[in-house]
T-cell receptor, first 113, second 113 residues
Framework: QKEVEQNSGPLSVPEGAIASLNCTYSDRVSQSFFWYRQYSGKSPELIMSIYSNGDKEDGRFTAQLNKASQYVSLLIRDSQPSDSATYLCAVGAGGTSYGKLTFGQGTILTVHP | DTAVSQTPKYLVTQMGNDKSIKCEQNLGHDTMYWYKQDSKKFLKIMFSYNNKELIINETVPNRFSPKSPDKAHLNLHINSLELGDSAVYFC????????????FGPGTRLTVL
């Protein structure tokens, strides 16, 4: 079983729609959760972080965390072609793990006009 | 100002050669990381240093040797390069807050022929 698993892509949505990206993780003691966006040929860029159960909103992005289900998701509202990228879910163990992040395999999102 | 920088951006070399990649961060962070991203975009941690001390050493061939001359620099030396070492190598640094946010450098694309 993969430690961090993302919904298989690629995901294609029309402009203006909601894009839903999902991630499950296996380590119950995980404490921090991140979504990174990576454009082709570029480095990962942090777009959302979440640490407690519930929703966290930042502009068009909403991260949702359910620790009991070991599930974290990212919703992108009013999707734009500029949102087309690979989205990486990352899970941090916290504590004395020195910030070690485990990444999922990524989901490619394409937003078409 | 560039927060996390890496040199070189591209590295093309022959099998069996030895090469180094350099990373510098001007964020004042104590912890730095090396990640490898393979052709399928899977991003996996290799090493981490906290204030010049090695704290994370994943299952990586001992041909890979990190060195941290000071907390702002983390270099990666690779001996006897193999075809399978071809990947993008990212350096990252962490702000040390409970948020565990990691900031990535631009990456070094290594191609072994």
């Amino acid at each position: 079983q993969k430690e961090v698993e993302q919904n298989s892509g690629p995901l294609s949505v029309p402009e203006g729609a909601i894009a839903s990206l999902n991630c499950t993780y296996s380590d119950r003691v995980s404490q921090s959760f991140f979504w990174y966006r990576q454009y082709s040929g570029k480095s990962p860029e942090l777009i959302m972080s979440i640490y407690s159960n519930g929703d966290k909103e930042d502009g068009r992005f909403t991260a949702q965390l359910n620790k009991a289900s070991q599930y974290v998701s990212l919703l992108i509202r009013d999707s734009q072609p500029s949102d087309s990228a690979t989205y990486l879910c990352a899970v941090g163990a916290g504590g004395t793990s020195y910030g070690k992040l485990t990444f999922g395999q990524g989901t490619i999102l394409t937003v078409h006009p | 100002d560039t927060a996390v920088s890496q040199t070189p951006k591209y590295l093309v070399t022959q099998m069996g050669n030895d090469k180094s990649i350099k990373c510098e961060q001007n964020l004042g962070h104590d912890t730095m990381y090396w990640y490898k991203q393979d052709s399928k975009k899977f991003l996996k941690i290799m090493f981490s240093y906290n204030n010049k001390e090695l704290i994370i050493n994943e299952t990586v061939p001992n041909r890979f040797s990190p060195k941290s001359p000071d907390k702002a620099h983390l270099n990666l030396h690779i001996n006897s390069l193999e075809l399978g070492d071809s990947a993008v190598y990212f350096c990252a640094s962490r702000d040390g807050s409970p948020l565990d946010t990691q900031y990535f450098g631009p990456g070094t694309r290594l191609t072994v022929l």
